[in-house]
């Protein structure tokens, strides 16, 4: 069993920077690739970063490659979202989440979910 809990959302002008972070509890989360997905109100919730149980591998979206930063410290039993160059369509609700496997994309992929914490861009 893994508990996730992020932080760090928040109201910034466009062209700033944000670092959420997504604590867990358990002494599993080691073993497990984190990922952020974001959803915005009308949409689905969509994958924004994944990093490997080591570190590593990391992967992006498109829409964020070159200007957010996935990252853990598995000694803190946390990961981070660094999100730079922020965008209005940036805004959402971000979450973070567990998954047992690298390289998945999709939200049935995950198995464990925090609450989310909302990130607005204003223009």
């Known amino acids: 069993q893994v508990q996730l809990v992020e932080s760090g959302g928040g109201l910034v002008q466009a062209g700033g920077s944000l670092r959420l972070s997504c604590a867990a509890s358990?002494?599993?989360?080691?073993?497990?690739?984190m990922g952020w997905f974001r959803q915005a109100p009308g949409k689905e919730r969509e994958f924004v970063a994944q990093?490997?149980?080591?570190?590593?591998?990391?992967y992006y979206a498109e829409a964020v490659k070159g200007r957010f930063t996935i990252s853990r410290d598995n000694a803190k039993n946390t990961a981070y979202l660094q999100m730079n160059s922020l965008k209005p369509e940036d805004t959402a609700v971000y979450y973070c989440a567990a998954a047992p496997r690298l390289g998945v994309r999709v939200t049935n992929g995950y198995d464990y979910w925090g609450q989310g914490t909302q990130v607005t861009v204003s223009s």
């Open positions: 358990g002494r599993t989360f080691s073993y497990y690739a």
């Open positions: 990093i490997s149980p080591s570190g590593g591998t990391t």
